[in-house]
């Protein structure tokens, strides 16, 4: 059973720019969430999907957006790179409240 | 709102000691509690879950116990190997529609020695 597909590993970008990250769930999960890994600041929630409908949102500035596709895999895109986005961003799937998330491998974006 | 505080770390251990590693919640409802592991350039792996009161969650020797009580949610292994260094966190999920909202400690770094 495929895990949490997150392409691409690692991103390099000027500040300004925008970039696009894309997640791959587990087959059969309609959960999607997206987090930012940072030294200073932790885990952080960004946004929750489930079946195509942004269900959560968290404390992110507009310029964090994200989507979901109809057989389930996401996207989110940042734009105006600033440099404090330098961060691990982790996409993880789900089925269920109980069943508990599957992360993927992450992918590091570097801000230069 | 919903908070997740766990021990600081790093907790260094030698190999074959016991570790425990406290995790306090705050959260309205009955939420959901896991425990996630992170080897160094990897994503997180869940550990080990439990999904109400007095429910025990344990994997690779690894356990926890949902104290509604004391809501608490401490992880706890009997006989720590080197293979065991990582950060572990403890996370909640919340009741409801919010259960896709995943609410993380600040996570525990353990270095077990030889």
């Known amino acids: 059973k495929a895990g949490v597909t997150q392409t691409p590993r690692y991103l390099i970008k000027t500040r300004g720019q925008q970039v696009t990250l894309s997640c791959s769930p587990i087959?059969?999960?309609?959960?999607v969430s997206w987090y930012q890994q940072t030294p200073g600041q932790g885990l952080q929630f960004l946004f929750e999907y489930f079946s195509e409908t942004q269900r959560n949102k968290g404390n992110f500035p507009g310029r964090f957006s994200g989507r979901q596709f109809s057989n389930s895999r996401s996207e989110m895109n940042v734009s105006t790179l600033e440099l404090g986005d330098s961060a691990l961003y982790l996409c993880?799937?789900?089925?269920?409240?109980?069943?508990?998330?599957?992360f993927g491998s992450g992918t590091r974006l570097t801000v230069v | 709102g919903n908070s997740v505080t766990q021990m600081e770390g790093p907790v260094t251990l030698s190999e074959e000691a016991f570790l425990t590693i406290n995790c306090t919640y705050t959260a309205t409802g009955y939420p959901s509690l896991f425990w996630y592991v992170q080897y160094p350039g990897e994503g997180l792996q869940l550990l080990l879950k439990a999904t109400k009161a007095d429910d025990k969650g344990s994997n690779k020797g690894f356990e926890a116990t949902y104290r509604k009580e004391t809501t608490s949610f401490h992880l706890e292994k009997g006989s720590v190997q080197v293979s065991d260094s990582a950060v572990y966190f403890c996370?909640?999920?919340?009741?409801?529609?919010?259960?896709?909202?995943?609410?993380f400690g600040a996570g525990t770094q353990v270095v077990v020695t030889p």
């Open positions: 996370a909640l999920s919340p009741s409801g529609d919010s259960w896709g909202k995943l609410q």
């Open positions: 087959s059969g999960h309609r959960s």
């Open positions: 993880a799937s789900s089925s269920t409240d109980s069943y508990g998330y599957t």
